[in-house]
């Protein structure tokens, strides 16, 4: 085709055309260039995050580690992590297509599954913390609030703790047997249930049956039988390794950033079956994460220090580490070792001590009464957000989006 055919160039133009094409070229190895340092800053700033999220968490006091409220701080932590996390896998939509990180993005996403399941086992211990929250403002309404207090009240106040008692004790060593107890009162739910039942209450049938379950609502009422959180734990944290030198460079770094929101997602997970009640509640998880990573080192020590809680002679038997489960199960302890030793007309000294117990019972009353329905509200939006990001995220890299 002679020159002058093509959009009436000349041969004295072509230089031009030459020069233009020099110039468009280096406009693209720009492009991509700023694209890779866009990328990079993004990635650094994700972990810079990281880092001083799990900074600010693990500055907490020891008294308020694993409180109500440390807990909340905990999973918005997650949530901002999880956030920032899409964004990225969104922008970098091109790359998470390609090998390595196709298959990393959907191993993420699979882990996050199991993460439901924790979701909808917490939700459940968190309700049955409110059983024992009502039967601790008996305590308080029979002792602490009357002007004298009688053998009557008392006899109430006993009831109540024998109540609490066989509660807490139920839930240490008695999970699978009350479980199937139970399974005649509710749905019979496994653990592929999560988008039909996913942390909304079944009216029909939950609220229907909850006032006869009273304080021996089955823990798990929104997962199987046979489920149990220590297995669970173990199948999110399973070969979960930092990457290798070829998978970062394939991927950009990339690689990187999953490997921190998979921590992330193992540690949170871990830490609310530390915290919370739940069935076949177990802490033996392996964390594999350098210590040189910037922000490894506060998730590394907060693990360090729950462990060492949940060590200690008081905490070994515990049916969860919370803060408040822990007051919960002095404040019985007091009382009932109060309640062995106490004559009617009570003298002046025992009454001192049973309103001093009972200031103690008031205040983890409020603590819980201020932090359970903040807490249950995170875990729901947890989940949802793991949903809704699964979904984002099968969607973008071609793959369907049921639960396998």
């Known amino acids: 085709m002679p020159a002058t055919d093509y959009r009436g160039s000349s041969p004295a133009s072509l230089p031009h055309f030459g020069r233009s094409l020099f110039s ?12 890779g340092s866009s990328l990079e800053a993004e990635m650094e700033s994700f ?4 880092t001083d999220r799990f900074m600010e968490l693990s500055s907490v006091a020891h008294d308020d580690l694993l409180s109500l409220s440390w807990i909340g701080k905990l999973l918005d932590c997650f949530l901002c992590c ?4 899409r964004a990225i896998v969104r922008t970098q939509k091109t790359q998470v297509l390609r090998p390595p990180l196709d298959r990393m993005v959907s191993d993420y996403f699979e882990r996050s599954v199991k993460a439901l399941d924790v979701c909808n086992a917490i939700r459940d211990g968190i309700e049955q913390i409110r059983q024992w929250q009502k039967l601790l403002e008996i305590v308080l309404y029979a002792l602490g609030h009357q002007r004298s207090i009688g053998e009557g009240q008392f006899r109430r106040a006993k009831k109540a703790l024998v109540d609490l008692a066989i509660g807490m004790l139920d839930d240490k060593d008695s999970n699978a047997s009350l479980a199937h107890r139970n399974r005649s009162f509710g749905r019979s739910t496994g653990s592929k249930d999560h988008h039909n039942h996913s942390h909304g209450h079944n009216h029909s049938s939950s609220n229907s049956h909850h006032r006869s379950l009273g304080h021996f609502r089955s823990l798990s009422w929104s997962v199987s039988r046979t489920w149990s959180a220590a297995r669970q734990l173990q199948a999110i944290g399973s070969s979960l390794n930092p990457p290798k030198a070829n998978d970062l460079v394939a991927s950009g770094g990339l690689a990187m950033t999953l490997f921190i929101m998979n921590s992330i997602l193992l540690f949170v997970m871990w830490a609310l079956v530390a915290a919370i009640p739940c069935q076949d509640r177990g802490l033996q998880v392996h964390f594999t994460i350098p210590r040189n990573f910037s922000w490894a080192v506060a998730l590394l020590s907060l693990h360090e220090r ?17 803060k408040e489960i822990h007051q919960i199960e002095k404040c019985s302890r007091l009382m009932n070792e109060l309640s ?13 001590e049973v309103r001093q117990i009972m200031q103690e019972v008031s205040q983890v009353c409020d603590a819980l009464k201020d932090g359970l329905d903040p807490l249950e509200r995170k875990v729901r939006k947890v989940f949802h957000r793991i949903v809704r990001s699964r979904t984002e995220g099968l969607d973008s ?3 369907p989006t049921h639960a396998e």
Request: with cysteine.
């Open 47 to 50: 972990q810079q995050h990281v």
């Open 306 to 322: 729950i462990l060492e809680e949940s060590k200690k002679r008081e905490r070994k038997n515990s049916c969860g580490l919370l």
């Open 24 to 35: 468009l070229r280096r406009e693209q190895v720009h492009s991509i260039s700023m694209e």
């Open 340 to 352: 062995d030793s106490v004559h009617f007309p009570l003298t002046e000294e025992k009454e001192r």
């Open 397 to 399: 890299i071609g793959r």
């Open 82 to 85: 999880q956030d920032e996390f």
